[in-house]
């Protein structure tokens, strides 16, 4: 080999090498250790709060948290007297987030061995309380995580209604480091976490009838990193990355199979219900629609469901419940609205009135569930 | 030119040796929603979930909606006042858009009774509450 050959190979591994360094470096933290800036509280201040907390959460440690000085706006409750909402001068953009690190403090006056308590809802829910508490009090609530459509609410047993919603979220005025997430519970891994933890059952197979050697997808939750699926006598080792779906190939004998898997949270097997796969040389493809007739339809109308591979008797599932033995006819299957399982609840419900709303369908027949749901519109 | 050729070629091994090693999340992220379940929950008889109507449903950026959402017990993170599922309580929390998590039992298997999505997290106030 040529020198420059071996010279061109040297510099092209280091460049990888580059690379990999690159991708897959753990990054020093910056976290920094000053303390964020609180500049813009919302403040309570009610009369007499007496009622018993209906939270029963511990207080949060109240150091290190700067009150914000009463000065500001008056706001009256209009229910309570003695209440008022002061918010300060210059908190004035109100927005419906509350950022991490958002101070919401809380002042009342109480009686002897009162309590105190206060919920900041949004997308994140959390709520604090003092108990045993007397006299002049201040609760001071850091928000633990960004609260999209954030308001604050105290249930009724503290507070009146009339004060409930008031929103103030902060500018961003202390450091991105502080915004670092460390518990993991409210995210998307977290929920991850959680399916994997759950009691392991299966509920979905897909295909339902498959060709030797072919994809079966399950779905369930409970689901580990590793799995054994069992197909009737068969053993298949399958990996799970979400917790709550994973493939397998089907058997090579052709046959009627009944499926359920084991794991460290035990087996999905229910004598009872069995979930079956059926592996044959021929499989009835999966049902697809094609189109919904009318679209928008109305709730007492009779929609036809256009589309391919439907059974003489398939179930019909929608948002608004379920039809089962439902005949098809040259590829359309049609049904009243109205004879929906839930839909006539649904109707009732006063918010619905002259709404449109989109309402999903799924298909199953003898060939299996369809793949995707498919979207029309219903006006109530 | 003979060593351009190898050289590319090494280096695209090398590339394609090392790119499979990274992966993106399956599952989108969490959305915000909020709003006030209508009707008494459905068990889901294959799932051991609860299908939900709520109606307004409030989803991040959009106009009020109307729609069903799944609550999985101990997968969806239970937060105070803990109600969930009770009709005209208010909820607000987080959801996965598209995941299908109600199943109806049939006669060989199960079928999705379809939702919007599946609760990742959330709270509630008193029923009754605003």
């Not at chain 1, 053993?235 to 190939?249: E, H, K, Q, R």
């Not at chain 1, 044959?280 to 009318?294: D, F």
């Amino acid at each position: 080999m040529k020198r420059k050959t071996i010279f061109l190979l040297a510099a092209s591994f280091c460049a990888v090498l580059i690379l990999v360094a690159y991708v897959f470096w753990t990054r020093p933290s910056t976290k920094k250790t000053e303390l964020p800036i609180f500049d813009n509280c919302l403040v309570f201040q009610s009369g007499d709060v007496d009622k018993p907390c209906y939270i029963n959460n511990p207080s949060p440690v109240q150091t290190n948290i700067p009150t914000t000085k009463p000065s500001g706006v008056d706001l009256s409750s209009g229910e309570l007297a003695s209440s008022t909402i002061r918010i300060p001068i210059e908190c004035n953009g109100s927005t419906s987030v509350f950022e991490k690190n958002d101070c919401v403090t809380k002042t009342a006056i109480t009686k002897k061995d009162a309590s105190l308590c206060t919920m900041v809802s949004g997308s994140l829910a959390q709520s604090v309380c003092l108990r045993y508490v007397a006299g002049s009090v201040t609760l001071n609530i850091p928000v633990q995580n960004q609260s999209y459509d954030a308001f604050l609410r105290s249930n009724s047993s503290v507070l009146p209604s009339a004060i409930q919603n008031s929103v103030v979220s902060s500018s961003n005025t202390y450091l991105s480091s502080f915004l670092t997430q460390t518990d993991d519970s409210l995210t998307t891994n977290g929920f991850i976490k959680r399916l994997r933890k759950s009691s392991l059952v299966l509920f979905g197979i897909s295909p339902y009838q498959i060709e030797p050697g072919g994809i079966v997808t399950l779905q369930g939750t409970g689901f580990s990193e590793t799995n054994e699926v069992h197909v009737g006598g068969y053993m298949i080792t399958a990996t799970s990355d979400d917790g709550f779906s994973l493939s397998f190939p089907a058997p090579s004998s052709l046959g009627e199979y009944d499926v359920w898997i084991t794991n460290a949270n035990g087996s999905s097997q229910i004598s009872e219900r069995p979930m079956k796969i059926v592996v044959t040389t021929n499989p009835t493809p999966l049902p697809t629609v094609v189109s919904v007739s009318p679209n928008p339809a109305e709730y007492g109308d009779t929609i036809t469901v256009t589309g391919n591979n439907f059974s003489n008797k398939n179930i019909v599932s929608t948002s608004l419940g379920v039809m089962e033995n439902v005949t098809s006819s040259g590829g359309t299957i049609s049904i009243r609205l109205s004879d929906i399982s839930f839909a006539s609840q649904i109707k009732d419900i006063p918010y619905m009135k002259g709404r449109r709303t989109p309402i999903l369908l799924y298909i199953k027949s003898d060939g299996g569930v369809s793949k995707e749901a498919y979207s029309f519109d219903v006006q109530f | 030119m003979k060593t351009a050729k190898t050289f590319i070629t090494l280096l695209f091994v090398l590339i394609i040796i090392v790119a499979p090693l990274r992966a993106d999340a399956l599952i989108p992220p969490l959305l915000p929603f909020g709003g006030w379940p209508d009707i008494i929950p459905i068990p889901c008889t294959c799932s051991a979930s609860l299908w939900s109507w709520f109606g307004p449903l409030y989803l991040a950026g959009s106009v009020p909606l109307t729609g069903p959402l799944v609550y999985v017990p101990y997968a969806t993170l239970p937060l105070a006042d803990f109600l969930i599922t009770i009709p005209a309580t208010p909820h607000l929390g987080a959801y996965i858009p598209g995941v299908q998590a109600c199943w109806m039992y049939a006669v060989f298997g199960c079928f999705p009774l379809p939702s919007i999505g599946v609760m990742g997290f959330v709270g509630t106030g008193l029923t009754g509450g605003i």
